[in-house]
């Protein structure tokens, strides 16, 4: 196995332990690292990168870092924190809704809460849809790991009934996406299938990037071929090619489906995308709960795993 192959599994489980949490975050050799992929801590450092995107063509959609939280007050604070948000990207919205959305994880809105915990995300992402509709933002639910799919999808079929328009993500990794795909494609409906960046066991989840490249492809020609509205979520080349191919042989306009990359990622390709005249959205996190999510892209990326790997030698902290 490539050594790529080895660390990526010891990043993912690293993005779930306390103790490396602790040691990452007091180290200042990493922020320069973190700022590539995470638009500050606050919500008009996150406004700065959204103006930045919109000048260039591109969309945005907006991410307050945080997840598996286990405390009422902490869930609440992240419903503050998108209302906070909202408010200003009511200023920034540039006369379509299209362009601005925010993404919502429902464990940081409480899902993980030991009693009620689907309720209180449910009704804590109902506020943040309602305070959305009123900027004229749209919303997309994130997809988590694979023992919050169940709660997620239910949540986001209840929450549909009062905003039609809101969005959701399924993960290509996981052996029951396409049949999500095919219940989930039907019209008005907008999909982010991503591969998806969660340390998975081999029975819910395909293991070998052939068989998740391949899932990918089966998903993507159920959405390209149903009535909804597509977000290919990805930086492979291949399966932009493929999204392309796909959207021609479905007659689909440019209009009709989007790309949508990470912040920090193959930024030329997110400008040449757009140059081609294709929809492109980025993923804009920002926050300080920023480990799991700078942990996960590591875990993506070799090179970003051996520049951090280096900042962990003696005496690379201060």
Not at 199 to 220: G, I, T
Not at 259 to 275: K, N, P, S, T
Request: charged content about 25%; glycine content about 6%.
């Amino acid at each position: 196995m490539a050594i790529s192959g080895l660390l990526r599994p010891a990043m993912l489980a690293a993005a779930r332990s306390p103790r490396m949490e602790r040691t990452v975050t007091r180290m200042s050799t990493t922020k320069k690292l973190v700022d590539r992929f995470v638009a500050g801590e606050s919500e008009p450092n996150a406004v700065a990168a959204v103006e930045r995107l919109l000048s260039s063509g591109r969309y945005i959609t907006v991410d307050y870092l945080g997840e598996d939280t286990t405390d009422i007050e902490q869930a609440r604070s992240t419903v503050s924190h998108y209302l906070s948000l909202l408010s200003l990207l009511r200023d920034e919205q540039p006369g379509s809704v299209g362009p601005l959305e925010v993404s919502l994880k429902l464990s940081a809105l409480g899902q993980a809460l030991p009693e009620d915990g689907h309720a209180i995300a449910r009704e804590h992402a109902h506020q943040v849809c309602s305070a959305a509709a009123d900027a004229g933002v749209l919303v997309t639910i994130d997809a988590e790991d694979h023992t919050t799919t169940d709660s997620t999808l239910s949540i986001v079929r209840e929450l549909r009934a009062d905003f039609p328009s809101l969005g959701t993500v399924l993960q290509a990794y996981l052996r029951r996406t396409e049949g999500d795909c095919r219940d989930f494609a039907g019209p008005g409906s907008r999909i982010r299938l991503c591969k998806g960046a969660y340390r998975e066991p081999a029975a819910v989840a395909y293991q070998s990037r052939a068989e998740v490249d391949q899932s990918y492809l089966d998903c993507l020609r159920v959405l390209m071929n149903g009535q909804g509205y597509p977000m290919v979520a990805t930086h492979d080349p291949a399966l932009i090619e493929a999204a392309r191919v796909f959207a021609t042989a479905t007659q689909r306009k440019s209009d009709d489906f989007e790309f949508q990359m990470l912040y920090g990622i193959r930024d030329a390709e997110q400008r040449r995308l757009v140059d081609e005249r294709h929809q492109v959205r980025v993923y804009v996190p920002y926050g300080d709960q920023w480990y799991g999510y700078f942990m996960r892209r590591l875990a993506e990326r070799p090179a970003n795993v051996a520049f951090f790997l280096r900042s962990l030698r003696p005496g690379s902290r201060r």
